[in-house]
């Protein structure tokens, strides 16, 4: 099944023209910077805003089809909304929050997410009784899930809803996310500017610029995009990876298993699972040999695919290590030189274990 949009909308001096689909379930995030069109776009799939032209379909159901005239109303596409502020009502408590989001359900729809699990996956329980005035920012936007949840969407909209948290409260919040992510086949468009959350979150990321779009793909793909380091600056450029837990080796240390390379990772999990790491093209040194006699734990063969000019006096180079796992590297031009890099060059890769980023998938891999 498939998330397909097609929109155009005109809104003063700005001007939206975005065409992308996605596979669904899984979470797809709208990224850019401020100001880019993410919130626009959301509105105009949820039908809070019209569309000048455009059409939107989930699987074979189509809910906007400008050249038909048609554009079904927002009470009627059973899409669930959530803002920065998780506007709830404030003379309902958690409780009544939740029951109007149930209530929200056509009469005879089915309602596959139940009630107990949705308090339970949001840890809800405790605070059934309270008002929204006597919860923190993370639970509020919690409550506000779970009645967006309640409703029973065919998708889920996520405008920006850690961008009014603290970092503490961001934390609090994540996790929960991610098991939305992994138990319910529910698709998520999930906007964002903070790419570690997209990093977190995100099976598939579109890459927004004034209205437009830069690159969408899979989020291992578009990490290494020259347009995504344009916004997210030098020292966030980096490779995604995602590969499988295979053992713990002696001193307690995760191995997986990324294309044809195992890496080891700083971050427990059980065997079979997966895991998305993220390297920084900043942490990863080359090397014309294999080097010993390191405390580096990751020492991986790789052949080089690109070496192209950076900011700076620096090159970046793509490197292949094996069933299109790709790493970047960012290192000095004279560097690249003594090493005489180029593409087909069989090199070594070394990366620290405590480098690498993890995020651990709930589902483990199929």
């Not at 998780?86 to 149930?102: D, E, I, K, T």
């Not at 359900?105 to 840890?123: E, H, K, N, S, Y």
């Amino acid at each position: 099944m498939m998330l397909r949009v097609q929109l155009r909308k005109r809104r003063g001096d700005f001007s939206l023209d975005v065409n992308f689909h996605a596979p669904v379930p899984g979470i797809t995030a709208l990224f850019g910077r401020s100001g880019c069109g993410k919130s626009t776009l959301i509105s105009l799939i949820a039908g809070l805003l019209s569309p000048d032209h455009g059409r939107v379909q989930i699987g074979e159901e189509v809910l906007v089809d400008s050249d038909r005239g048609y554009e079904l109303d927002a009470r009627h596409r059973r899409i669930g909304v959530v803002f920065q502020d998780a506007r709830l009502f404030p003379h309902f408590s958690v409780l009544g929050n939740l029951q109007y989001g149930a209530k929200r359900l056509p009469r005879g729809q089915p309602a596959p997410i139940g009630f107990d699990d949705v308090v339970t996956m949001l840890g809800l329980g405790a605070l059934l009784q309270r008002r929204p005035h006597e919860l923190s920012g993370g639970e509020k936007q919690r409550v506000a899930l779970g009645r967006a949840l309640l409703a029973q969407p065919r998708l889920l909209l996520l405008d920006e809803p850690l961008a009014s948290l603290d970092l503490a409260r961001r934390e609090e919040v994540l996790p929960y996310l991610e098991k939305l992510r992994d138990a319910l086949a529910i698709p998520i468009v999930y906007v964002s500017h903070q790419f570690d959350e997209v990093l977190r979150l995100a099976t598939r990321v579109v890459l927004l610029d004034a209205g437009r779009v830069l690159a969408d793909g899979e989020l291992a793909a578009v990490s290494r995009h020259p347009a995504l380091r344009e916004i997210v600056g030098p020292d966030a450029v980096g490779a995604v990876m995602t590969g499988v837990v295979e053992r713990v080796d002696e001193a307690g240390l995760t191995v997986m298993r990324v294309g044809d390379a195992e890496f080891v990772v700083d971050e427990p999990a059980p065997l079979g699972q997966r895991i998305q790491i993220q390297v920084l093209a900043r942490d990863v040194i080359v090397a014309a040999s294999r080097p010993s006699g390191l405390s580096v734990r990751n020492v991986v063969s790789a052949r080089v695919v690109s070496v192209t000019p950076d900011v700076g006096r620096a090159v970046l180079v793509e490197l292949d290590v094996g069933r299109t796992a790709t790493l970047l590297a960012r290192i000095t031009s004279r560097a690249s030189q003594e090493l005489e890099l180029s593409a087909d060059r069989q090199v070594w890769v070394l990366i620290k274990a405590v480098s690498l980023r993890g995020h651990v998938f709930s589902a483990p891999a199929r």
